[in-house]
DNA sequence: TTGCCGCCTTGATGCAGATCAAATGGGATT
DNA sequence: AATCCCATTTGATCTGCATCAAGGCGGCAA
């Protein structure tokens, strides 16, 4: 069920909020008038599936508004989450016509999207496309390998950790620069997703969440929104040295 | 202990058997000129590290023979293997002058190093190598997400069998093209390597290897040298849906 | 030849997280 | 208000891998 909006397709990329994050970021104009003829936006509800894995892709895009993740499966079912797309993130990728993972809204999704062929022999003649995408591919390497790490070695309580210092430091980063004290946000993630992302079951997820909200670590107001009292505390429950490490 | 050798300092780029490969694979004769006005060989020994996590970066460079990883550490000693680099892989990040990983050499190693200020004024004149490292840095994403699938959801007995197929059919495809039968090469990593790839002990490495070995999934002479006498069944044994994801 | 040192293998035991199972609770529908 | 639905929590048990602890083996130096 594809909810494409008209009301999107006479949006104009040059207003748009993310576009200074997105790999449009240094279009002039003119470039921004090319683009305007390849586009079209499309919307999908929370749970809904994108692109299935070895489909063709027909477009590149760029997430717009709300959550995407990319999620590998296993013959036997078993998933992996291994990409979480935010707002001005890039999906597909150029010279490729068959997607190698699910690519799954999260929550309610908005993505405005440019049919391939034409976005790829843009990039051809616009070189700092290529070099805005080379960037932010190896922004996302980064964080993939962040994750392998947590992946690889941190305990369940430092994944939870982890994540919740991940998703609260991004949010805070969109919204008030600079701000101290606790940090209060909403997970955009099921309990299911966690454990995709993290390498765990939900259980275990539900039970290491409840053991740092009674460690005092985290707060909870319902199932989603969290409270973080100090931020400190958290990474280092994270196991996190660095302090860098955004995801995507 | 930096073994820069002299011989490799007359070494002519535009006749590197791993050039069509790496970064400069569609340089032109000019082009390889000017890269070779900043570029510099540099050796090291089986065991050594490159660059440490943190330390500045003065070039970005491409692997020519044996073998880097990178490598993170966590402030208690846990230890992931985040990238392992093959002759014509690229090293560093232009624009970013910190290495965030510690980089060693697994074998005797050779690099093609480039003064990182000059190449990455290159690329800005020269968009095709923007493009060229678009693409390897695509690939290594999608490596790593293969990899984190690895991580978070295989057994251990079906992380090693992934690595022993990995590695052999990277082998394969460097030696002779669309040979069949059984494969036979060698691991060019220790137990310990291995278990810092996998997420695993040593230990655990090692019982899994015998295991394989003990139902015939592979043969081993000696500690390092493989035989796979049917890479199907090693496959299976991996859990691979897909039968891509070369490494890197 | 002998002994040493690193790497590797194998054994015994413990525990973190998976699995199986049931109960709880909040939001939407009637 | 009553009911259903489904995400989540919690409990009981099991198991795969980590941990702790000995050997074994091959290469190298004396």
Same mark, same amino acid.
């Given at each position: 069920?594809? *909810?494409?909006?008209?009301?999107?397709?006479?949006?104009?990329?040059?207003?748009?909020?993310? %576009?200074? #994050?997105?790999?449009?970021?240094?279009? @002039?104009?003119?470039?921004?008038?090319?683009?305007?003829?390849?586009?079209?936006?499309?919307?999908?509800?929370?749970?809904? =599936?994108?692109?299935?894995?070895?489909?063709?892709?027909?477009?590149?895009?760029?997430?717009?508004?709300?959550?995407?993740? &990319?999620?590998? =499966?296993?013959?036997?079912?078993? %998933?992996?989450?291994?990409?979480?797309? *935010?707002?001005? @993130?890039?999906?597909?990728?150029?010279?490729?016509?068959?997607?190698?993972?699910?690519?799954?809204?999260?929550?309610?999704?908005?993505?405005?999207?440019?049919?391939?062929?034409?976005?790829?022999?843009?990039?051809?003649?616009?070189?700092?496309?290529?070099?805005? &995408?080379?960037?932010?591919?190896?922004?996302?390497? @980064?964080?993939? #390998?962040?994750?392998?790490?947590? *992946?690889?070695?941190? =305990?369940?309580?430092?994944?939870?950790?982890?994540?919740?210092?991940?998703?609260?430091?991004?949010?805070?980063?969109?919204?008030? %620069?600079?701000?101290?004290?606790?940090?209060?946000? @909403?997970?955009?993630?099921? #309990?299911?997703?966690?454990?995709?992302? &993290?390498?765990?079951?939900?259980?275990?997820?539900?039970?290491?969440?409840?053991?740092?909200?009674?460690?005092?670590?985290? !707060?909870?107001?319902?199932? %989603?929104?969290?409270?973080?009292?100090?931020?400190? #505390? *958290?990474?280092? !429950?994270?196991?996190?040295?660095?302090?860098?490490?955004?995801?995507?």
């Amino acid at each position: 069920m594809d *909810l494409t909006h008209a009301a999107f397709n006479e949006h104009d990329c040059g207003n748009c909020p993310i %576009r200074h #994050r997105a790999v449009c970021a240094r279009c @002039d104009a003119a470039e921004l008038r090319d683009l305007e003829q390849i586009k079209y936006y499309r919307s999908f509800e929370a749970g809904q =599936t994108v692109i299935w894995s070895g489909d063709q892709m027909e477009f590149v895009a760029s997430v717009v508004t709300g959550i995407a993740t &990319l999620t590998q =499966t296993m013959e036997d079912g078993r %998933r992996q989450m291994v990409g979480l797309l *935010l707002p001005s @993130d890039f999906v597909g990728r150029p010279g490729r016509d068959r997607a190698p993972y699910d690519v799954s809204a999260t929550t309610d999704l908005v993505m405005c999207c440019f049919r391939r062929k034409p976005f790829e022999e843009m990039m051809i003649r616009t070189p700092h496309i290529s070099q805005r &995408l080379l960037q932010m591919t190896l922004d996302e390497l @980064d964080a993939a #390998r962040e994750w392998m790490l947590l *992946l690889g070695r941190k =305990t369940a309580r430092e994944k939870i950790a982890s994540l919740v210092a991940i998703i609260g430091r991004r949010d805070a980063s969109l919204h008030i %620069r600079g701000h101290k004290g606790p940090l209060t946000f @909403d997970l955009p993630l099921t #309990r299911e997703a966690m454990a995709d992302y &993290l390498g765990l079951t939900l259980e275990t997820v539900s039970r290491q969440i409840s053991a740092l909200k009674r460690d005092g670590v985290i !707060e909870l107001q319902g199932k %989603r929104h969290v409270t973080v009292p100090s931020l400190d #505390r *958290l990474l280092e !429950e994270a196991g996190d040295d660095t302090d860098g490490g955004f995801l995507n």
